[in-house]
T-cell receptor, first 116, second 112 residues
Framework: DVKVTQSSRYLVKRTGEKVFLECVQD?????MFWYRQDPGLGLRLIYF???????EKGDIPEGYSVSREKKERFSLILESASTNQTSMYLCASSLAPGQGRTGELFFGEGSRLTVL | QQQVKQSPQSLIVQKGGIPIINCAYENTAFDYFPWYQQFPGKGPALLIA?????SEKKEGRFTISFNKSAKQFSLHIMDSQPGDSATYFCAASIIRGNQFYFGTGTSLTVIP
């Protein structure tokens, strides 16, 4: 079975702290994504990566960075957390066009971050 | 700018009713239109998807209707059940590309 695992389901951090959100997929997918989910705003893309060490900004990259050192792992970093980054963060992966992409995204269960 | 517009934001129906969720897009290069279902505390999961070369796709009680000329597509849930209560997201993407564009979501409640 396809699996995208987000290691932290719930986090509470203080303003100014550095936050790491980890995501691992076991499907050999080349594409990985970080989304932010807020009520009424849907899913907004923060960053995506189409290969190891490659990254592209999404719609709302400000205040975030990412790291992809290995194919299966994609990390989201909040260098200095702020209260407006309180949200649900969803990691996803997909096949790339060269892998016979079907168009399906596979999501993790999410990491709910609260910044106080 | 929202690439995919979804309505309504929330929907309440009686068991057995047929909720309809609508989405519209502008980019005619999109060639894959999935719907995702999300239960509380879970990540979204693919429910059903359609390519623009067909006008309708049915899987069980779920049907996508697609109107290419109007650049609109919709999800119909036949004989809705309380277990269908969830948030539904429409999306659009380009199969040859790498990005997905999501609607803002519809919270569906099916009352027993």
């Amino acid at each position: 079975d396809v699996k995208v695992t987000q290691s932290s389901r719930y986090l509470v951090k203080r303003t100014g702290e550095k936050v790491f959100l980890e995501c691992v997929q076991d499907m050999d997918h080349e594409n990985m994504f970080w989304y932010r989910q807020d009520p009424g705003l849907g899913l907004r893309l923060i960053y995506f990566s189409y290969d190891v060490k490659m990254k592209e900004k999404g719609d709302i990259p400000e205040g975030y960075s990412v790291s992809r050192e290995k194919k299966e792992r994609f990390s989201l970093i909040l260098e200095s957390a702020s209260t407006n980054q309180t949200s649900m963060y969803l990691c996803a992966s997909s096949l790339a066009p060269g892998q016979g992409r079907t168009g399906e995204l596979f999501f993790g269960e999410g990491s709910r971050l609260t910044v106080l | 700018q929202q690439q995919v517009k979804q309505s309504p934001q929330s929907l309440i129906v009686q068991k057995g009713g047929i909720p309809i969720i609508n989405c519209a897009y502008e980019n005619t290069a999109f060639d894959y239109f999935p719907w995702y279902q999300q239960f509380p505390g879970k990540g979204p999961a693919l429910l059903i998807a359609i390519r623009p070369d067909v006008s309708e796709k049915k899987e069980g009680r779920f049907t996508i209707s697609f109107n290419k000329s109007a650049k609109q597509f919709s999800l119909h849930i036949m004989d809705s059940q309380p277990g269908d209560s969830a948030t539904y997201f429409c999306a659009a993407s380009i199969i040859r590309g790498n990005q997905f564009y999501f609607g803002t979501g519809t919270s569906l409640t099916v009352i027993p």
